[in-house]
């Protein structure tokens, strides 16, 4: 079940076999469904600071790829892997670039994006700010199964390693998150 739409997998690649023919309609509700899961991925994934970028951008590969699309595996599976391939194409694109921007600009932009009224706003900040301490490879795995809901399994579909793997990488981020918040918590 996707945590925002109420749309199960099924229903989600039915949608994404129908918009591939490229029928506005279709392709309208497609992205709709999937769009706030994709957002979220790529958020926790990648920081807030580029996600909107980042998720129009897996959005041309998707609407791209789409016609190719042939529903063997979860649309949200193949949606998520492309999601997951931008974010990491962005990583190595920044790794050739110089730095020009610090946390504290992130930070500011950060604060504008988001209303104080928003539910949840300071969880989620917090819980951003958390997860950057993550290395990637435990990122990932923690932020499909553990925020956006999807199994073990699917997880490792995505990432392209085994389940083992995906279950060793939650536990660790888990363990390293609990850790980080308790030397927090004792230096209060």
Do not use: K
């Not at 509700?29 to 807030?48: E, H, K, M, P, Q």
């Amino acid at each position: 079940m996707s945590v925002n739409t109420g749309i199960d997998d099924q229903q989600l690649t039915r949608l994404a076999l129908s918009a591939r023919h490229g029928a506005p309609a279709d392709v309208e509700a497609f992205t709709r469904a999937v769009y706030t899961d994709v957002r979220r991925f790529i958020s926790y994934l990648d920081g807030t600071h580029g996600a909107e970028d980042l998720t129009q951008e897996t959005f041309v590969h998707v609407l791209n790829s789409l016609p190719a699309f042939a529903g063997r595996s979860s649309a949200r599976t193949w949606l998520l892997s492309i999601a997951r391939r931008v974010v990491i194409d962005r990583y190595r694109s920044a790794a050739r670039r110089p730095v020009v921007s610090d946390l504290a600009d992130w930070q500011r932009a950060v604060e504008r994006g988001q209303t104080a009224a928003s539910p949840g706003w300071e969880e989620g900040v917090a819980l951003t700010a958390l997860l950057a301490e993550v290395p990637w490879e435990r990122r990932a795995p923690f932020v499909l199964t553990q925020i956006l809901g999807l199994s073990y399994a699917e997880a490792a579909e995505i990432l392209g390693c085994p389940i083992g793997t995906i279950r060793s990488r939650v536990a660790r981020a888990r363990t390293q998150l609990i850790g980080t918040i308790r030397a927090a918590e004792q230096a209060i």
